[in-house]
């Protein structure tokens, strides 16, 4: 099975989609199916609920549903243990956590929308948008 980490800004994303649509939405939908893994961690989780309970956000979702969407999203994905802070790699040193995240979990993918992370070089895993992901399935 693939494993990923999806970085907060994709589980926001899905979360966000209307009616579900989107490539976000589209692989939670196969998380929940079977389809792939995700691989979450206590920092991931926390960073998504801050996230999520924005004031920006109170016209989309209450907080009962942004706490219903970032237990699921606890509950059912693979718990890794945060780690140790990593070597910096990016030039947001915040995303480096991704990367020793998904080192640690031996994930398959990091997916995400943030682009100092899409455009790192010379990394030992890929790093995909959800669609680019989403193609890459399809087509094994």
Known sequence: ????????SVLVAAFLSRGGEGASAELIRLWIDGGLAFVVSP????????????PEFRRTATAEQVLAYVAFIQDYGILQ?????????????TDD??????????ADFIISFDKDLLELE??????LRPGELLWRMRAS
């Open 97 to 106: 956590y991704w990367l020793a995240l998904a080192r640690a979990a031996h």
């Open 1 to 8: 099975m693939i494993s990923v980490v999806p970085d907060p």
């Open 81 to 93: 243990e945060d780690v140790p802070s990593p070597d910096s790699v990016s030039r947001d040193q």
């Open 43 to 54: 920092h991931l989780v926390h960073e998504l609920r801050s996230v999520l309970l924005r």
């Open 122 to 127: 010379g990394q030992d895993l890929p790093i």
